[in-house]
């Protein structure tokens, strides 16, 4: 069955470091492939997408991440953290077929401390 | 925002009871999926609502069941609820357009309890 993994399910960080989060899908076709994010008492919201074209996606707030096909990864980036970044960031792919429903990894709690 | 709305917000129901939550769509969107999100988790797909009829479902009994209005609003009705329905509930619209689905967007969900 296709299944998306989150690497790390808790990370902590200070106001200025790097940030990497890693995803890793297992479907051999064609994917799109999203990141979520949920901030404290809002709801999720899409922070980039793939879908085809160049695999170094850029999205909102300076965050960006790269697809690689032959690794099945979609690890996302932000070279300088912000307090505001605290939230819980899922990865999630879409599949080809009759319904494309998004299949979601388990969710990567992001705390930055100021 | 996406324009994208879920009611009720919150909702306390008991074992065995029936719960039906609503969403309405963004405008210009004709797809509604609905995904349970249970705490510590995330979002798993119950079913997909195109054109009024069900466009796949994941793996949720049938007591899980669902509507699309010709406004393309949308409903998900439990039947029997139990302790484990205790959930998020998340509401996603998008356009169906040729063989892919455009990119999901999602309301601020339905949290039901169960005692």
């Known amino acids: 069955a296709q299944s998306v993994s989150q690497h790390n399910h808790h990370v902590i960080l200070s106001e200025a470091a790097s940030l990497e989060l890693g995803c890793n899908y297992s479907?051999?076709?064609?994917?799109?492939l999203f990141w979520y994010v949920q901030y404290p008492g809002q709801h999720l919201q899409l922070l980039l997408k793939?879908?085809?074209?160049?695999?170094l996606v850029k999205g909102i707030k300076g965050f960006e991440a790269e697809f690689i096909k032959s690794k099945f990864s979609f690890n996302l980036r932000k070279p300088s953290v912000q307090w505001s970044d605290t939230a819980e960031y899922f990865c999630?792919?879409?599949?080809?077929?009759?319904?494309?429903?998004?299949?979601f990894g388990t969710g990567t709690l992001l705390a930055v401390q100021p | 925002e996406t324009g994208v709305t879920q009611s009720p917000t919150h909702l306390i129901k008991t074992r065995g009871q029936q719960v039906t939550l609503r969403c309405s769509s963004q405008?210009?969107?004709?797809?509604v999926s609905w995904y349970q999100q249970a705490l510590g988790q995330g979002p798993q797909f119950i079913f997909q609502?195109?054109?009024?009829?069900?466009?796949g479902r994941g793996n949720f009994p049938p007591r899980f069941s669902g509507l699309q209005f010709p406004n393309y609003s949308s409903e998900l009705n439990v039947n029997a609820l139990e302790l484990d329905d205790s959930a998020l509930y998340l509401c996603?619209?998008?356009?169906?357009?040729?063989?892919?689905?455009?990119?999901?967007?999602f309301g601020p969900g339905t949290r039901l309890l169960v005692l």
């Open positions: 996603a619209s998008s356009q169906r357009q040729g063989d892919w689905l455009e990119t999901q967007y």
């Open positions: 479907y051999g076709g064609t994917v799109n």
């Open positions: 793939y879908f085809s074209g160049d695999p």
């Open positions: 999630a792919v879409m599949i080809g077929g009759a319904t494309n429903k998004l299949i």
């Open positions: 405008s210009g969107h004709n797809t």
């Open positions: 609502y195109y054109r009024e009829e069900e466009n």
